[in-house]
């Protein structure tokens, strides 16, 4: 089993869509979770940490499930900049490394 | 906004070179990261540093790479002796590393990444 697991998209989308993307992680004992975007050829940025309670910025969802360890981000009223490729990142040892999922691409369209 | 930053932006090397990849992370951050992205594929940790020593690298980071903070500012990546799958992108991070999960100082920061491509 991958370290990270991301549905592999990709999701092609009309503007103003909802639209959810997936991630399962392996180890157990992960501690923090992120969903990252990246642009091409670009760095990745932290779109948003991922809390137990879940949470929710603007049109953005994340949810945390760790019993199942399951993740979850939910973009609503989806733009044209939103275009880009979602990467689910899951920190297993506090400080030290994270590791990425593959990512999902998103492209919205008019 | 601090901002990790990266030099150069793209570098480009004939096999068996050296190459020194530099970062400046964010000034009161304390854990240090290197990423590659080769391609097509997703990011992949390198190493980690702090307290001026390597606390934990992967299978890829193997004799051919190292790692040093030489001032109070820099964190270099070289690469001995650089092979043609050494053509990526490199990605430098930092985290304050004072914050409890999910919270800013939990959180890893990129710079800009300088592209490597070995001829």
């Known amino acids: 089993r991958k370290e990270v697991e991301q549905d592999p998209g990709p999701f092609n989308v009309p503007e103003g869509a909802t639209v959810a ?21 670009k760095e990745p ?7 137990s309670s879940g949470n929710e910025d603007g049109r953005f969802t994340a949810q945390l499930n760790r019993a ?10 989806s733009k ?17 490394d994270m590791r990425f999922g593959a990512g999902t691409r998103l492209t919205v369209k008019p | 906004e ?41 990011v992949e940790f390198l190493v980690s540093f702090y307290n001026n020593e390597i606390s934990e690298k992967s299978e890829i980071f193997d004799d051919q790479f190292s790692v040093e903070r030489p001032d109070g500012s820099n964190f270099t990546l070289k690469i001995r002796s650089t092979k043609l799958e050494d053509s990526a992108m490199y990605f430098c991070a930092s985290t304050s590393g004072t914050g409890a999960p999910g919270t800013p100082g939990d959180t890893q920061y990129f710079g800009p990444g300088t592209r490597l491509t070995v001829l």
Not at chain 1, 21 to 41: E, G, L, M, V
Not at chain 1, 68 to 77: A, G, P, V
Not at chain 1, 83 to 89: G, I, K, P, Q
Request: with cysteine; charged share 15%.
């Open chain 1, 80 to 96: 044209l900049s939103d275009s880009a490729t979602y990467l689910c990142v899951v920190n297993a040892v506090r400080n030290n």
């Open chain 1, 68 to 77: 199942s360890q399951y993740i979850s981000l939910l973009i609503r009223d």
């Open chain 2, 2 to 42: 601090p901002e990790v930053t990266q030099t150069p932006s793209h570098q480009v090397t004939q096999m068996g070179q050296e190459v020194i990849l530099r970062c400046v992370p964010i000034s009161n951050h304390l854990y240090f990261y290197w990423y590659r992205q080769i391609l097509g594929q997703k």
């Open chain 1, 45 to 51: 940025k932290l779109l948003m940490s991922v809390y």
């Open chain 1, 21 to 41: 993307f997936n991630c399962t992680y392996s180890n157990s004992a992960s501690q923090s979770f992120f969903w990252y975007r990246q642009d091409c050829r």
